[in-house]
Each structure stands twice: as C-alpha cells, then as structure tokens.
C-alpha cells in the first residue's frame, strides 16, 4: 500500500466525515499531508475526478436518498449539504440525473446514485492473503419472506470482480437509489433455475415486496424467491485494507460449518447472498438451509 494511496483515503474519509460543512483545497491537503498541489493531483490521477467533482457528486446522491425517503424538503437538503441557494441545487440535481429534484422526491425512479469506492479497496484485490489470523464469525438463522428481486445481470461473472469488468461497478449506484426489503441492495449467486442461457451467476440487485409495482430500470430483470431460512454468516468488523482477508474467513468458515449440528441441511436451491462488503460491521454472507 503506497503512501499516495493513503493519502486518497484520508482525503476521502474527510470529505465524508464533513460532506456538510464548506470543504476546501487546504483541508484536503492537510488531510493529505501534501501540498494543496499535489494532492489535488493524487486525488484525481487515483480516482479519476477533480475532488471538487467528487464532493458535488457525493452530496447529490446523499440528497438523492434524503429526498426518496421522503423526510425533508428540498431547501433543507440544498442547505444542509453545502449548496448556495436551493436553485443551485436543483439545477445540480438536474444535470446530474435528469430529474427536477421536487418532482423526483414526490415519484423516485432509480436513479445512477455516485457510489464513492475507496482508494484502498481499488488498490488492494491480492492473489495472496495472510490467513493466519482469522477472526471469530458469528452464525444465525434468517427467516426471508418470499419477495422479488430487481436484478441486473452479467454474462459469465461469478464474483463482484468479474461482475465489475462485465457489467460495471456503477449498478451499485442505481440499486443505492432504489427501496429495498432489507434496507440495502444485495449480491446473488444465482441457482440454475432462475438463470436465462448465456446469463451469469452472480448479480446485483434490490429485494421488494411480492407485490411491489414500482419502475425497474432497463436491462434490469424480476426474480421471484420463495419463502427460506437463511444461515448468516458475519465476520469481525476489519480494516479497509483487511477486506479480502475478512471476505475469505467467512467463506471458508461457511465451507467448512455443518448446518446438521443445527438440526438442517444446505439448500442450494435458494441464491447465496453477499451483503456489501463494511467494514463497521463485518463482512456478512447468507446461505439457504431447510430444516432436517
């Protein structure tokens, strides 16, 4: 992990720990621990965005959120997240997902939401982990109700790197937009029989209610996934730089866990599912049981 990287990351998790407040050139250097000059440029050679560009974008889709949840006006949101006067806001909000945000907090559509991934997760897909250390993971039964799933597919991906290259990371952004049942999008190993030909395993998407009616995006598909007990797979909360290592603990912890102990037995034919990676809270995976 260079020291450049790092430096991206601090300036990073500043910006996101005072979005609200005015943000300037030197608070980001000294975050940085560069030159105003320099980290300007690190900043934009490593995530490909001015930081100006990146904060407008960050506070657009917290304001998006703010507004489909429907808690706040739009002249609160523009003057909570730093813009000038709520015509400045609006005409932000427009240009970036082509909708009046007024209009938008009454009728939410999904929307590509600015997703900001972290410096160290671009820098740190390793072939080889220390597995050395691993950590406790936690283990408890889920009830899923039966749902649908707002999914967008790939074509041969089976894991969230693969599904990048395919389909683009940017899907995140749009599933960010959307209500879930859960309170956030999911990833999916998908089970043979709710995949087309020439469709992928792993997807991304958003859980509702069976009888949601709201809009799916274009390219975007609806499963239906009946009622299932689930076991839940949660690791230790890591460190950034420590997130392949805490995905490949509960994965293999998952491998090798018999769930007859418990009294069930593997149901493969449910999706796996994989919650975005957290830090905070550890990394979480769940896979389908039925009891014996």
């Given at each position: 992990?260079?020291?450049?990287?790092?430096?991206?990351?601090?300036?990073?998790?500043?910006?996101?720990?005072?979005?609200?407040?005015?943000l300037h050139p030197a608070d980001l250097a000294r975050a940085a621990m560069?030159?105003?000059?320099?980290?300007?440029?690190?900043?934009?050679?490593?995530?490909?965005?001015?930081?100006?560009?990146?904060?407008?974008?960050?506070?657009?889709?917290?304001?998006?959120?703010?507004?489909?949840?429907?808690?706040?006006?739009?002249?609160?949101?523009?003057?909570?997240?730093?813009?000038?006067?709520?015509?400045?806001?609006?005409?932000?909000?427009?240009?970036?997902?082509?909708?009046?945000?007024?209009?938008?907090?009454?009728?939410?559509?999904?929307?590509?939401?600015?997703?900001?991934?972290?410096?160290?997760?671009?820098?740190?897909?390793?072939?080889?982990?220390?597995?050395?250390?691993?950590?406790?993971?936690?283990?408890?039964?889920?009830?899923?109700?039966?749902?649908?799933?707002?999914?967008?597919?790939?074509?041969?991906?089976?894991?969230?790197?693969?599904?990048?290259?395919?389909?683009?990371?940017?899907?995140?952004?749009?599933?960010?937009?959307?209500?879930?049942?859960?309170?956030?999008?999911?990833?999916?190993?998908?089970?043979?029989?709710?995949?087309?030909?020439?469709?992928?395993?792993?997807?991304?998407?958003?859980?509702?209610?069976?009888?949601?009616?709201?809009?799916?995006?274009?390219?975007?598909?609806?499963?239906?996934?009946?009622?299932?007990?689930?076991?839940?797979?949660?690791?230790?909360?890591?460190?950034?730089?420590?997130?392949?290592?805490?995905?490949?603990?509960?994965?293999?912890?998952?491998?090798?866990?018999?769930?007859?102990?418990?009294?069930?037995?593997?149901?493969?034919?449910?999706?796996?599912?994989?919650?975005?990676?957290?830090?905070?809270?550890?990394?979480?995976?769940?896979?389908?049981?039925?009891?014996?």
């Open positions: 992990m260079t020291e450049q990287i790092l430096a991206v990351q601090r300036m990073q998790d500043y910006i996101s720990q005072h979005l609200t407040e005015d560069f030159s105003p000059w320099y980290a300007h440029r690190l900043f934009r050679e490593t995530l490909g965005v001015t930081p100006a560009e990146y904060i407008r974008r960050l506070r657009l889709a917290q304001a998006a959120i703010r507004l489909r949840d429907g808690t706040e006006t739009v002249t609160n949101v523009a003057f909570d997240l730093g813009f000038s006067n709520p015509d400045t806001f609006t005409r932000a909000f427009f240009r970036e997902y082509g909708a009046n945000p007024s209009q938008y907090a009454k009728h939410p559509v999904p929307i590509p939401l600015f997703v900001p991934y972290g410096a160290k997760y671009r820098a740190l897909r390793k072939e080889n982990m220390d597995m050395s250390n691993l950590q406790t993971v936690f283990i408890q039964v889920v009830h899923k109700p039966e749902r649908l799933c707002v999914i967008k597919r790939g074509t041969h991906a089976e894991d969230y790197f693969s599904y990048c290259q395919e389909v683009s990371c940017d899907v995140w952004g749009m599933l960010l937009s959307m209500p879930s049942l859960c309170g956030e999008p999911v990833c999916l190993w998908l089970p043979p029989k709710y995949r087309p030909k020439d469709t992928s395993a792993y997807v991304q998407g958003v859980e509702a209610a069976v009888d949601f009616t709201g809009p799916v995006p274009d390219g975007f598909d609806v499963i239906r996934l009946p009622e299932a007990d689930y076991l839940l797979f949660q690791g230790q909360p890591f460190r950034e730089e420590d997130y392949c290592e805490a995905i490949a603990a509960v994965q293999q912890a998952m491998d090798g866990y018999d769930p007859g102990s418990i009294g069930y037995r593997w149901d493969d034919k449910n999706p796996r599912i994989q919650l975005e990676p957290r830090g905070e809270r550890g990394y979480m995976e769940l896979r389908a049981v039925k009891k014996v």
